[in-house]
């Protein structure tokens, strides 16, 4: 089955607009899918609740930002009842925590002689979830930097923002928010962590510990080798495989939505459910 669990709209960092995110998913023959705005449920308020669209089969999704052990790593989350309360209060506070450490980014770029930012950013990102890739991208349109990869190296990094007002969710919180709204948390791109194994699996304990779910085992392109890693920690865990391409923009050498390689066999599938409760 062609599926993509992970993609962004405009209502966050994404560039299409969600009614056009759906439109290029069910194209490329997309029959599962999903919209994991960070930190926002504004695409599914702008498409609706509705399950089908044609053929293809929307399952709700979002990606929170979450703290754990001083490092910031994203959880999806999946299935939940839009109707529920405990996400979308969950969410309020995130969303308080983007407009104050974007008010620091726009502060900390004028230290360094750029004005702005901030109001430039924020325009980038209209009524949606504010982020670094508004930045990025608006440090590109005024010049400041040649290419969105150079704003995050310069400006933007982890590294950058470590110590402005970071108000994410603990892990254990995230993980709560979802579960409450009868959703099931998935480890978003666990490769992308730049800690060691030894934490990676800490990590993993945690999360499943806190109730999570699954582990995205195939994320948009990824080095050969990370899938078999990726399964053989689901196994150790106990975590269901997850899948997408974390599509944020038509770009050549990124992922498109549904393009991926297929699952090994040997996993247990986070979709399984869905597509067997049809
Ligand atoms: P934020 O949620 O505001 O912390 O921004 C994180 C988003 O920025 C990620 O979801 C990516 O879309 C993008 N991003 C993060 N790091 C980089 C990077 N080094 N280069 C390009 N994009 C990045
Ligand atoms: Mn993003
Ligand atoms: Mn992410
Ligand atoms: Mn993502």
Known sequence: ??????????????????????????????????????????????????????????????????????????????????????????IAVQRQGREERAAAIGEALKRRGIDGAFEGARALAGDGSIGRPHFARH???????????????????????????????????AVGWIVADGGQAVLAHPLKYQCTRTRLRELLADFAAAGGRGLEVLCGRQPPHALAELTGLCARFELEASAGSDFHAPEAWLASPGVMPSLPESVPALWERWVSSS
Do not use: C, N
Request: glycine share 10%.
């Open 139 to 173: 440090l590109v349109a005024v010049g400041a930097v040649r290419t969105f990869d150079e704003a995050f190296s310069r400006y933007l990094s982890d590294r950058a923002t470590a110590r402005m007002p970071q108000r994410w969710a603990t892990l254990a919180d």
């Open 1 to 90: 089955m062609k599926l993509d669990l992970h993609t962004h709209s405009a209502a966050s960092d994404g560039l299409l607009a969600p009614a056009a995110l759906l439109a290029k998913a069910r194209e490329a023959g997309v029959e599962l899918f999903s919209i994991t705005d960070h930190d926002t449920l504004a695409a599914y308020d702008a498409i609706g609740h509705d399950e089908w669209h044609g053929t293809m089969r929307v399952v709700p999704g979002v990606e929170l930002s979450a703290q754990w052990r001083g490092q910031v790593v994203h959880v999806l989350g999946y299935g939940f009842d839009h109707a529920g309360g405990a996400l979308r209060a969950g």
